[in-house]
């Protein structure tokens, strides 16, 4: 499984972006997929998360500015990003845990991480 992130940008604060991640590969399903970000000098830090049912979780610092969604006839996740701030600027990077079939049949469950896409907000 493979994941491809885009999106990322330079915004002024109190714009929006969009961040987009896709999941490809071959026999395979997704189950949770997520959003992080990490800043320079800090820890990688959880945004958003999403099941497969679509039951969502987030950061305290992102809620009621932040949207995670996903379409999962894509394998795409998907965070949509208003009243950016300052503090938002990270390198933003997805996340997908998911169970692939090897030629027997045989599951075998992973956790993909995608390259990353920077999201710099301007003062």
């Known amino acids: 499984v493979q994941l491809q992130a885009s999106g990322g940008g330079l915004v002024q604060a109190g714009g929006s972006l969009r961040l987009s991640c896709a999941a490809s590969?071959?026999?395979?399903?997704?189950?949770?997929m997520g959003w992080y970000r990490q800043s320079p000098g800090k820890q990688r830090e959880m945004v958003a998360t999403?099941?497969?049912?679509?039951?969502?979780n987030y950061a305290d610092s992102v809620k009621g500015r932040f949207t995670i969604s996903r379409d999962n006839a894509k394998n795409t996740v998907y965070l949509q990003m208003n009243s950016l701030k300052p503090e938002d600027t990270a390198v933003y990077y997805c996340?997908?845990?998911?169970?692939?079939?090897?030629?027997?049949?045989?599951?075998?469950?992973?956790?993909?991480w995608g390259q990353g896409t920077l999201v710099t907000v301007s003062s």
């Open positions: 590969g071959n026999r395979f399903s997704i189950n949770t």
């Open positions: 999403i099941s497969s049912g679509g039951s969502s």
């Open positions: 996340n997908a845990d998911y169970i692939a079939y090897l030629l027997d049949q045989t599951p075998v469950a992973g956790r993909e």
